[in-house]
């Protein structure tokens, strides 16, 4: 699977925003699905999960209420939707797939394969 993610720009604090990740190749319902990002100088970190088959969710506590994870089947598309932007939360946003395990899991070594990012960018 190839997976192009897209929907970053330029954002004020408190701005809402929606990413996306398109898949070409093969369906992500054989997936477990998540976003990372890597801000400048920082490690990725993961974002926000998502079990393709269930639907069920996992967010990093510093998303968690803010940001929501979700999935169109018929598309084969994974939606990131971000509300109440803070500045913390500038940074290179990259969808990937991991394993089809039951529950989502947060660690990077488990996603193989990667979006190119896109770029998210809050100013105060």
């Known amino acids: 699977v190839q997976l192009q993610a897209s929907g970053g720009g330029s954002m004020q604090a408190g701005d809402s925003l929606k990413l996306s990740c398109t898949a070409s190749?093969?369906?992500?319902?054989?997936?477990?699905m998540a976003w990372f990002r890597q801000a400048p100088g920082k490690y990725r970190e993961f974002v926000a999960g998502i079990i393709w088959s269930y639907g069920s969710t996992y967010y990093h506590d510093d998303v968690k209420g803010r940001f929501t994870i979700s999935r169109d089947a018929a598309k084969n598309t994974l939606y990131l939707q971000m509300n109440s932007l803070k500045p913390d939360d500038t940074a290179v946003y990259y969808c990937?797939?991991?394993?089809?395990?039951?529950?989502?899991?947060?660690?990077?070594?488990?996603?193989?394969?990667w979006g190119q990012g896109t770029q998210v960018t809050v100013s105060s």
């Open positions: 190749g093969r369906s992500f319902s054989t997936y477990g």
């Open positions: 990937a797939a991991g394993p089809p395990t039951p529950i989502v899991i947060p660690t990077i070594t488990e996603y193989k394969k």
